[in-house]
């Protein structure tokens, strides 16, 4: 056992069990959130890195185990997450826990048998979440592909509402214009929310001035978006076609989703059993045996040509050299999937253009189902995205009942600076906030900000 726990602490008693990656992003990011966090692993190793480097204490052991989990002090834990590699472990820990102590369950769960029955595991094991990142990760990169002149899109209010992510071209309209110009003459129904420019977020206001090369994430319904984005000059049309490198999990839950909505899709694969399996599982898409990271090969099956280019193999390194490739050779839309998140800001200098991190999707539902848990019952949390490499944060508020932000003109309420109410959704209908238009009960809210750790909706006030 390794002990480096606090005492002080008014947050959450958390086990996290599997020291993997996205076991060891949960653990950096709700340490920050100010959680006492115990880890279990069966990596002697794993365990003595992760509690060496982060305030938390680290447990050798198998986590299904119900010694072993008394151990971690499961009787007094409010959560407990499981994140190993194994869908049938992380499930085991879950039920375990459920049985001996009192806390709520998230587990990790990857396998597409396992995916279709969702709800019914979650009803009859009690857990809070069943987290896929494969599966999140595709939609993510679906996504993009289905808008594919934007870096990212990150949809909210059930799908109706969207936050999308570009980048400002070189002699666009938008250059040199401030916000407020934007909405009386290009669009009055679309918000920007944040610009990253030199490294640096704002939440702007309207006499903000947008500049060629700047990051701009702006939210609207999805039929304003995309009437913005071609008054804009981007190209709104989805995909045709494209080629993803590797086989995994991954690769068929995106390949999926695509064939669904008529994008042919051609996969490359280097194992035969493999390609065999997705032969049967995709009858639609052209799947080939054979070595994504041979440039003749790719050439032959016509990289050049293709509409979108999406690596997904599971060395990061491979991913990246691949995309820079087709970039080179290619006017392909590429979206890279990279697991570790070392060296960003060497990633960020390469500009790869749209990346996806399986790791964040899964530790961004989690932490917000924990803000949720932790605050009070005036409203609830549905939604959490990190925007700009995790220099702000886009949160959506359920409203469950009055606060001191409900039935008040948003002109008279005292917000915190740098932070935007960026859209309201009422029964379905979506609203872009105007100074006189108030949070109702019932509505739900979407706030972006530069603050971390807001967990109800009146911490949007000073």
């Known amino acids: 056992m390794f002990n480096n726990k606090r005492s002080d602490n008014t947050g959450l008693n958390i086990i996290i069990v599997g020291c993997g990656k996205v076991g060891t992003t949960l653990v950096e990011r709700l340490i920050k959130e100010g959680h006492d966090i115990t880890v279990i692993d069966k990596d002697f190793e794993d365990v003595q890195t992760i509690s060496s480097t982060y305030d938390v204490m680290g447990i050798t052991g198998n986590g299904a185990s119900y010694s072993v989990q008394m151990e971690a002090g499961i009787d007094n834990a409010d959560l407990i997450i499981a994140v190993t590699d194994s869908d049938e472990l992380n499930l085991l820990c879950c039920t375990v826990a459920r049985r001996v102590g009192n806390c709520a369950a998230i587990a990790r769960v990857r396998t597409p048998d396992y995916s279709k029955e969702v709800a019914y595991l979650r009803e009859k094991l009690g857990l809070a979440l069943i987290i896929n990142p494969d599966l999140e990760a595709a939609r993510e990169t679906a996504h993009i592909l289905f808008l594919p002149t934007a ?61 060629n090369g700047d990051l701009v994430s702006f939210t609207a319904s999805r039929s304003d978006a995309r009437n913005f984005l071609d008054k804009i000059g981007f190209q709104t049309k989805q995909v045709k076609n494209t080629m993803i490198i590797g086989g995994g ?48 090969l790719l050439k032959e099956e016509g990289i050049e040509y293709t509409e979108s280019f999406v690596p997904l193999t599971g060395i990061d390194e ?22 570790r998140i070392d060296f960003k800001d060497v990633i960020n200098n390469l500009n790869l253009g749209s990346v996806i991190y399986p790791r964040y999707i899964t530790s961004e539902a989690i932490i917000a189902y924990v803000r949720a848990k932790k605050a009070s019952m005036n409203s609830n949390i549905e939604t959490l995205y990190h925007m700009f490499d995790s220099k702000a944060e886009a949160i959506e508020f359920l409203i469950d009942s009055k606060s001191p932000v409900t039935d008040t003109p948003l002109m008279d309420l005292n917000l915190k600076d740098n932070l935007l109410i960026a859209c309201i959704n009422r029964n379905g209908k979506i609203i872009m906030p105007r100074g006189t238009s108030k949070i109702m009960v019932g509505d739900t809210v979407m706030i972006v900000t530069t603050h971390f750790g807001l967990k109800e909706i009146r911490d949007i006030l000073k």
């Open 151 to 211: 870096l990212e899109v990150n949809t909210f209010a059930h799908g109706l509402a969207e936050i999308i992510k570009i980048r400002i071209p070189e002699g666009n309209v938008l250059d040199g214009k401030t916000i407020a110009h934007l909405g009386r003459h290009i669009h009055n129904n679309v918000l920007v929310c944040g610009v990253e420019r030199d490294g640096n977020v704002y939440i702007p206001s309207g006499d903000f001035i947008l500049k």
């Open 249 to 296: 999990k991954t690769t068929y839950y995106l390949a999926k989703q695509l064939l669904e909505v008529g994008i042919e899709v051609k996969i490359i694969e280097s194992d035969r059993k493999r390609c065999e399996e997705l032969s049967i599982l995709l009858p639609d898409a052209i799947v080939i045996n054979g070595d994504g990271t041979n440039e003749d």
């Open 318 to 339: 491979e991913n990246i050299m691949l995309t820079l490739h087709a970039q080179r050779i290619s006017n392909a839309k590429a979206i890279t999937k990279i697991n």
